[in-house]
């Protein structure tokens, strides 16, 4: 059983930065594929970023390519989403998830375990 903690959420001005943490535990990290998901308020999740465990491939949606980097320290189990030149329409509660697979396509099914996830607001 994988139990992911997400911090580093708040409010933010638009043109701003925030990092986002997830710590995990109750399995071995280096061998998980992590990622970054977000649900802003009447719509669906979508995927944010990931990184892989093998050969550490990240992937970015559209819309935060060139503005957030997700990394990993597989020494304190952890995974970053750093996020840079905020935008209101970034508001949303952004969720850490695990998947076994050294692959991803971004979809939610491929993530086995998800945290409570953490609030971002970017104000205008």
């Known amino acids: 059983q994988v139990h992911l903690v997400e911090s580093g959420g708040g409010l933010v001005q638009a043109g701003g930065s925030l990092t986002l943490s997830c710590e995990a535990s109750?399995?071995?990290?280096?061998?998980?594929?992590m990622g970054w998901f977000r649900q802003a308020p009447g719509k669906e999740r979508e995927f944010v970023a990931a990184?892989?465990?093998?050969?550490?491939?990240?992937y970015y949606s559209g819309s935060v390519k060139g503005r957030f980097t997700i990394s990993r320290d597989n020494a304190k189990a952890t995974v970053y989403l750093q996020m840079n030149s905020l935008r209101p329409e970034d508001t949303a509660t952004y969720y850490c998830?695990?998947?076994?697979?050294?692959?991803?396509?971004?979809?939610?099914?491929?993530?086995?375990?998800w945290g409570q996830g953490t609030q971002v607001t970017i104000s205008s």
């Open positions: 998830a695990q998947s076994n697979s050294d692959l991803t396509t971004g979809k939610e099914y491929e993530f086995a375990a």
């Open positions: 990184i892989t465990y093998g050969r550490i491939i990240t």
């Open positions: 109750g399995r071995t990290f280096s061998s998980s594929t």
